[in-house]
């Protein structure tokens, strides 16, 4: 009897349900095996004919190459995807192990001197006109080659012996640090609790907040509410507690954790390690011939340099700080007229901002995400959003019954254009047990032309965690869900409408950092244009779509203290920009880099004990060094390509089309900042984004 592995076929995806843990590790491993062997005969080849004359070409060179990538893919994808979706000990167990497979088998290709040659000579041979062999690359090609020599570059392939040495041991030791500051991170939030016997002592908590303190004493077999330092513990204290000194006393545990200013000693203190972290990634930046880490992360995104970095985010904070200081006087106004007794306090304090702030917009706008929940059935949502899809980019939406899938929940639709498949996808819309919270979009297959006949379309997994329907009452969504399924839908798009014949740069692939928010943000709008809700809302009751008034307020309650979050995020960014282009700091610099920062940018200036830095994985576990301001640069592209469709019209096709022809279907294959000007005519400007977050 032979026993097949499902993820050994041509198209794992099509036997989803069939894959088991036992298959992951025989599957990855002969693939890369396999590969392994493939890449050293191509390269073999390449450098017989190399002595004699350049002959290389993209079919006989990069289209192989891709090919392979392509199957290990689609072996990897769907374990990776039911991982999240439908995660077991086993699973997660099989996928850790495929994982270091995959990160070794990288880091091989990185450092191939054969590859990188054969690389070189396909780029070099298309780049020399006096070069008799016409290569025919296109633009795309090129911008694929330029962009796969940067990686060779940036993995350290043209170091020397003794040199590449050291960098494989900074890349070690980093990996070590990061997940060390992770783990102290996390054993320093463990470590504080504060039980509370009495409901009394949290006056204020709304009673999901109260349920939810006290599921965490139960769990621990203890009587009463337990207080931890998880978001969801902290954010319930921060905002809803009338108890200002419990305010106090959880903000000050949260704020120092893993520091020297901690309660537990400086136990899981991160500072040396964070000092360490600035210094070998110096060192690693300059061991690859960069004047330190900030360059070297921008070498790879759509900015240009640090300084251009910098620019950006001073003239972001300088549109920003003047409201953000009014925003922040009229909630200290507030909170002294209101609630703060005259003997009692002098001024805000870092533990009031949230409470008052959610006082004060409960007085503002009485609307609650709850009250809108009716208005918007999934299925009404989905159908408005595949209207709003195939009128501005001429497609056609089918859904297909599909057996074979990993939940009886999931749907499997169709992207159709004049009847010819353009793109499939699969939508699990629907939180259950063993499915990761949150909201993305991953791909199983990119657009990758094999030949003159055949062209393989994208296949995506659009993955949501709404609430199920429940006793025969359909699915309703809140109106901040329907923004999420928007923003995830865009990067679907992206990946799935695009144009592109090449893997490597088809749909989100090759996509800077810095750029690859752009499609998803920018269909985040339309859920607030009146044009739009009418299409997605119709009350489950009543069938009436969303009034006017409801969304107005809608809008200006997501406005409120917009300013105040801008500039907060402003002084993140400027700090981890900051830190990352500089030499190497000790613990105390970095705090000084941070204490700088806020005297110039901040109006909330946090407490002396405040150790914000210490806890800041994005950029010191995370990938997010020395880029933390993608998320402002993005929302700049974002807003400003959708304030063409505000000049010319929400539903006007031929912006749409603009949109299509020049950013979806374009996807890796040229520079971002090209696409863009292709698609608006001309730079970036922030005045979109200041104007839709209301800062004037
Ligand atoms: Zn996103």
């Not at 693939?31 to 450098?47: F, G, H, R, S």
Request: proline content about 3%; overall charge negative; hydrophobic content about 40%.
């Amino acid at each position: 009897m032979t026993i097949t592995n499902p993820l050994l076929l041509q198209n794992p995806i099509e036997k989803v349900d069939q894959i088991a843990p036992e298959h992951v590790e025989p599957a990855i491993s002969q693939i890369i095996k396999e590969n392994q062997a493939e890449i050293e005969l191509l390269v073999k080849n390449i450098d017989q004919v190399n002595s004699e004359q350049t002959n290389i070409s993209w079919q006989s060179f990069m289209l192989p190459l891709e090919k392979l990538e392509d199957r290990l893919s689609k072996a990897w994808s769907p374990v990776s995807h039911l991982n999240s979706v439908c995660n077991s000990d086993e699973l997660r167990e099989a996928y850790d192990k495929g994982l270091a497979l995959l990160t070794d088998y990288s880091t091989q290709l990185g450092q191939h001197k054969g590859l990188y040659k054969a690389t070189k000579a396909l780029f070099d041979a298309a780049n020399e006109p006096e070069n008799q062999q016409e290569q025919n690359l296109t633009a795309t090609q090129q911008h694929i080659l330029k962009d796969s020599l940067l990686g060779f570059k940036l993995s350290g392939l043209h170091l020397n012996s003794e040199d590449q040495k050291t960098f494989s041991n900074i890349q070690k030791r980093l990996a070590e640090l990061s997940s060390k500051y992770e783990q102290n991170l996390m054993d320093a939030t463990m470590a504080w609790t504060k039980l509370l016997s009495d409901k009394k002592d949290l006056s204020g908590l709304p009673k999901t907040e109260l349920a939810m303190l006290a599921n965490n004493a139960e769990i621990r077999d203890k009587k009463g509410y337990l207080v931890t330092l998880e978001i969801p513990s902290y954010l319930a204290i921060m905002t809803y507690a009338d108890n200002r000194e419990l305010r106090e006393e959880v903000y000050t545990a949260y704020s120092t954790r893993a520091s020297d200013q901690s309660e537990d000693g400086a136990q899981f203190d991160n500072s040396e390690i964070m000092a360490e972290l600035l210094k070998l990634k110096q060192q690693k930046a300059k061991l690859l011939g960069f004047k330190n880490f900030a360059e070297l992360s921008l070498e790879s995104k759509m900015a240009e340099s640090p300084e251009q970095v910098e620019g950006f985010l001073m003239d972001l904070n300088k549109a920003g700080k003047k409201q953000a200081k009014q925003e922040y006087a009229a909630l200290a106004e507030f909170a002294k007229a209101t609630f703060i007794k005259e003997d009692q306090v002098d001024d805000l304090k870092a533990w009031d901002i949230s409470y008052f702030s959610e006082k004060l917009k409960q007085q503002k706008f009485q609307v609650s995400q709850a009250e809108l929940r009716p208005y918007f059935v999934v299925d009404k949502v989905m159908s408005g959003l595949f209207e709003l899809t195939e009128h501005h980019f001429n497609v056609h939406f089918e859904m297909v019954e599909n057996p074979t899938v990993w939940n009886s929940d999931v749907r499997h639709y169709l992207i159709k254009r004049n009847n010819e498949l353009v793109a499939e996808f699969y939508l699990d819309l629907y939180a259950r047990q063993h499915k990761r919270g949150g909201a993305w979009m991953d791909n199983y297959q990119s657009r990758f032309k094999l030949n003159a006949e055949t062209t393989l379309t994208p296949i995506a997994y659009l993955t949501c965690n709404f609430g199920s329907p429940v006793n025969g009452q359909p699915a309703l969504l809140t109106h901040d869900e329907v923004v999420t399924l928007f923003h995830e839908f865009g990067h679907g798009i992206h990946h799935m409408l695009t144009k592109v014949d090449e893997l490597s740069a088809s749909g989100i692939a090759n996509v800077p950092w810095d750029a690859v928010e752009l499609p998803s943000q920018f269909m985040e709008n339309f859920c607030y244009q009146p044009e739009v809700n009418e299409k997605l809302s119709q009350h489950f009751e009543t069938g009436e779509s969303l009034p006017q008034d409801k969304l107005d307020k809608l809008i200006a309650a997501k406005n409120f203290q917009s300013a105040m979050a801008m500039v907060r995020q402003i002084e993140f960014a400027l700090f981890d920009m900051r830190i990352h282009d500089n030499q190497a700091l000790s613990a105390n610099e970095i705090q000084d880099v941070l204490d700088k920062t806020r005297e110039e940018v901040a109006v909330v200036i946090p407490p002396k004990s405040n150790r914000f830095q210490n806890g800041f994985s994005h950029i010191f576990a995370g990938g997010y060094s020395a880029g933390y301001y993608s998320y402002k640069w993005a929302e700049v592209l974002s807003a400003d390509a959708f304030s063409l469709f505000e000049e010319q019209g929400v539903m006007n096709q031929e912006a749409g089309k603009n949109f299509l022809n020049n950013i979806l279907e374009k996807g890796g294959s040229a520079d971002p900042m090209e696409l863009f000007e292709a698609f608006r005519g001309r730079k970036p400007k922030v005045d979109a984004l200041l104007r839709h977050s209301g800062i004037q």
